[in-house]
């Protein structure tokens, strides 16, 4: 009898445990879902740029805003590097400016200095710099050195504590840089990047 009220009550703890199973397995499905969606979105939009400009265009980069110009000449400078028999080699044949600018491409998409850093090296990160240095504001560049200071592997002595990289990333993150300097910067040295062709 004690053993058949124990199996009576077991059916509903199990019901229960059941529910809350299908209840996480559907916010797992649905947070998945919404990381698949927003990774394919991220495709479609990567995409759209290369197609936008396949062929290096100035009427193109000056009606898009900074960031789009500079993304979609950086991915221009990509598919040319990726046709070109030594990808390393057609690198080295940029023009500084169109290395900086390739790199300022990166920085942008990653989304922030923090990110750029983990995923990239140098020679991005060195053309990276350069182009900071120039294009934003003394706090957004104080920030981008400290991360290139630590994450820079010719200098083993320098390196920042776990609070000091915090503080470069909410520097860089609150100062945000405005990238329209960049961009006419870019529409005026147009001819650096446009005769670039790879042997």
């Known amino acids: 009898m004690n053993l058949e009220i124990l199996l009576w009550a077991a ?15 559907m916010k797992r499905a649905k947070k998945h879902n919404a990381a698949f969606q927003a990774n394919l979105a991220a495709a479609k939009a990567e995409e759209a740029l290369r197609k936008r400009y396949k062929t290096l265009d100035k009427k193109t980069a000056a009606a898009d805003p900074p960031e789009q110009a500079i993304l979609g000449v950086g991915a221009h400078i ?3 590097l990726e046709a070109a028999p030594h990808m390393t080699e057609a690198f080295e044949e940029l023009t500084e400016f169109a290395k900086q600018i390739y790199a300022l491409s990166y920085l942008i ?6 990110n750029f850093f983990r995923i990239y090296a140098k020679p991005l990160t060195s053309y990276a710099q350069q182009a900071v240095e120039v294009y934003t504001d003394s706090v957004y ?21 776990p609070a000091e990289e915090q503080a470069a990333a909410r520097a860089a993150e609150e100062n945000p ?19 670039v062709e790879f042997s």
């Open 141 to 161: 560049a104080a920030a981008f050195r400290s991360f290139y200071a630590m994450y820079d592997s010719d200098d083993e002595a320098q390196s920042l504590l």
């Open 78 to 80: 990509q598919m040319k």
């Open 109 to 114: 998409e990653t989304g922030s200095v923090g």
């Open 11 to 25: 059916v509903p703890v199990a019901a229960i445990l059941c529910v809350l199973l299908w209840i996480a397995a």
């Open 177 to 195: 840089p405005d990238w329209s300097f960049a961009k006419e910067d870019l529409l005026a040295r147009w001819e650096e990047l446009s005769c």
